[in-house]
């Protein structure tokens, strides 16, 4: 059985930093860790339409080639 004391500490770090509270219990469950991380935003429509044709056409990963370029923004320092 598990002392107060721990329970206790246990409960502050998942409050504290639930999502990686959240990730240690789904590592528990899967045995895997997650290294990427799904985002929600909005372009134009008729950006995403030729940038999803592009990607079809020369077979690439959309999300890849977002993340890319992503990365090429970060180390020009245009994000920071």
């Known amino acids: 059985m598990p002392s107060n004391k721990f329970v206790k ?6 409050e504290r930093d639930k999502a ?5 219990l789904e590592f528990e469950k899967t045995k895997k860790i997650r290294t990427k991380t799904r985002l929600n935003f909005t372009i134009d ?3 995403a339409s030729r940038f999803k044709r592009l990607c079809r ?5 959309m999300s890849a080639r977002v993340e890319q ?3 090429k923004m970060i ?3 245009e994000a920071a």
Not at 9 to 14: D, F, G, L, P
Not at 20 to 24: G, N, P, R
């Open 20 to 24: 990686l509270f959240d990730e240690l």
């Open 57 to 61: 056409e020369k077979g690439y990963n």
């Open 45 to 47: 429509k008729g950006v």
């Open 75 to 77: 180390k020009k320092g």
């Open 69 to 71: 370029a992503i990365n």
């Open 9 to 14: 500490t246990a409960k502050r770090i998942a």
